[in-house]
């Protein structure tokens, strides 16, 4: 990598607000999960889990849509001021990371790790286990 060369990383949390319900509520682990307005006041589907995904619901679906392709998923109202506080969590420890974060949306940010050009190699007590796999190549 040259000098002039920047090291920008776009963050994305997908299926944000189904996430921090499964966190808030272990018991929803594994679970299809949805996030949104009531389907009997034509609410929208505004978050859902990777289990309900499955059956092909995705976000901004009716919600009585997609009640229909998966009838055992929890519809949950949306808590937004929880999602604040997480997403206050999350880019709180992206500041910790670089100096330079911008954050576009209550999920999403762009981070500039460009001083960040040495990252450590995993260890053996290391999520990869001291391993390549995983890893970018």
Same mark, same amino acid.
Request: aromatic content about 6%; some cysteine.
């Given at each position: #990598?040259?000098?002039?060369?920047? *090291?920008?990383? +776009?963050l994305? /949390?997908?299926?944000?607000? $189904?996430?921090? &319900?499964? /966190? &808030?509520? @272990?018991?929803?682990?594994?679970?299809?999960?949805?996030?949104g307005?009531?389907? &009997?006041?034509? %609410?929208? !589907?505004?978050? *859902?889990?990777?289990?309900?995904? !499955?059956?092909? !619901?995705?976000? $901004? #679906? @009716?919600?009585s849509r997609?009640?229909? /392709?998966?009838?055992e $998923?929890i519809v949950?109202? @949306?808590?937004? +001021?929880?999602?604040?506080?997480?997403?206050?969590?999350? #880019?709180?420890?992206?500041?910790?990371?670089? @100096?330079?974060?911008?954050? #576009?949306?209550?999920?999403?940010?762009? /981070?500039?790790?460009?001083?960040?050009?040495?990252?450590?190699?995993p260890?053996?007590?290391?999520?990869?286990?001291?391993s390549?796999? %995983?890893?970018?190549?």
């Amino acid at each position: #990598m040259s000098d002039r060369s920047r *090291v920008i990383v +776009h963050l994305d /949390l997908d299926a944000f607000f $189904a996430a921090v &319900e499964v /966190l &808030e509520n @272990p018991d929803l682990t594994g679970k299809p999960v949805l996030v949104g307005g009531r389907p &009997e006041e034509r %609410g929208v !589907v505004a978050a *859902v889990s990777y289990p309900a995904r !499955v059956f092909g !619901v995705h976000s $901004a #679906m @009716p919600m009585s849509r997609a009640l229909a /392709l998966c009838p055992e $998923a929890i519809v949950l109202p @949306p808590r937004h +001021h929880l999602y604040q506080e997480y997403s206050r969590r999350v #880019m709180a420890i992206l500041h910790q990371t670089s @100096p330079l974060v911008e954050q #576009m949306s209550i999920d999403e940010a762009y /981070l500039d790790l460009t001083e960040q050009r040495r990252w450590p190699r995993p260890t053996r007590n290391s999520p990869h286990g001291g391993s390549r796999r %995983g890893q970018c190549r």
